[in-house]
T-cell receptor
Framework: AQSVAQPEDQVNVAEGNPLTVKCTYSVSGNPYLFWYVQYPNRGLQFLLKYITGDNLVKGSYGFEAEFNKSQTSFHLKKPSALVSDSALYFCAVRSHYNQGGKLIFGQGTELSVKP | GAVVSQHPSRVICKSGTSVKIECRSLDFQATTMFWYRQFPKQSLMLMATSNEGSKATYEQGVEKDKFLINHASLTLSTLTVTSAHPEDSSFYIC??????????????FGPGTRLTVL
């Protein structure tokens, strides 16, 4: 069965410090991995994805994520956090076998960046 | 590009009435759209997969007679909550997937619809 785990409900970071939001996954076959961000009462905005190629993926707003196959992880990172990064972050996975494109979402991690 | 809209953004209705939510892909054709439900500060729960010109595929536990989905064109899917009750109050989000050949893997999400049933 496919699953995604985000072990931290909340991550607190001081502005200017690096941030990491963790994600591990379980999927049959090669994974397609995604990070989305959600601001209050809004839909999800796409940040970045890993389909194939370089394990380090760069995305929007200075975020990046590293695909680690041996650890089945896809942690989201940013070198220097901004207060405006405070939001709810979702990791999602899809198996490349899944031609229907259905995404499995993690439970979400609330990121709080304090000045 | 890849913009998805939802209408209305917010709706309040009385118990027993039906509410229709529209999801539109504005600048691409979406053969597949997805409907999700989200409770406060929780993850998205997939309700159904909507394919243009065919019946929707519902996830286990989702009542198809209560949540009617129609994907009548390549740019529009609708979700109708029939005989709504207070427990149907939630944030409903749709997403759209570009057709094969344009699909790069990700889904594009609408801004969501906040439904409150009194």
């Amino acid at each position: 069965a496919q699953s995604v785990a985000q072990p931290e409900d909340q991550v607190n970071v001081a502005e200017g410090n690096p941030l990491t939001v963790k994600c591990t996954y379980s999927v049959s076959g090669n994974p397609y991995l995604f990070w989305y961000v959600q601001y209050p009462n809004r839909g999800l905005q796409f940040l970045l994805k890993y389909i194939t190629g370089d394990n380090l993926v760069k995305g929007s707003y200075g975020f990046e994520a590293e695909f680690n196959k041996s650890q089945t992880s896809f942690h989201l990172k940013k070198p220097s956090a901004l207060v405006s990064d405070s939001a709810l972050y979702f990791c999602a996975v899809r198996s490349h076998y899944n031609q229907g494109g259905k995404l499995i979402f993690g439970q979400g991690t609330e990121l709080s960046v304090k000045p | 590009g890849a913009v998805v809209s939802q209408h209305p953004s917010r709706v309040i209705c009385k118990s027993g009435t039906s509410v229709k939510i529209e999801c539109r892909s504005l600048d691409f054709q979406a053969t597949t759209m997805f409907w999700y439900r989200q409770f406060p500060k929780q993850s998205l729960m997939l309700m159904a997969t909507s394919n243009e010109g065919s019946k929707a595929t519902y996830e286990q536990g989702v009542e198809k007679d209560k949540f009617l989905i129609n994907h009548a064109s390549l740019t529009l899917s609708t979700l109708t909550v029939t005989s709504a009750h207070p427990e149907d109050s939630s944030f409903y989000i749709c997403s759209a997937r570009p057709p094969p050949g344009q699909d790069r893997g990700e889904q594009f999400f609408g801004p969501g619809t906040r439904l409150t049933v009194l």
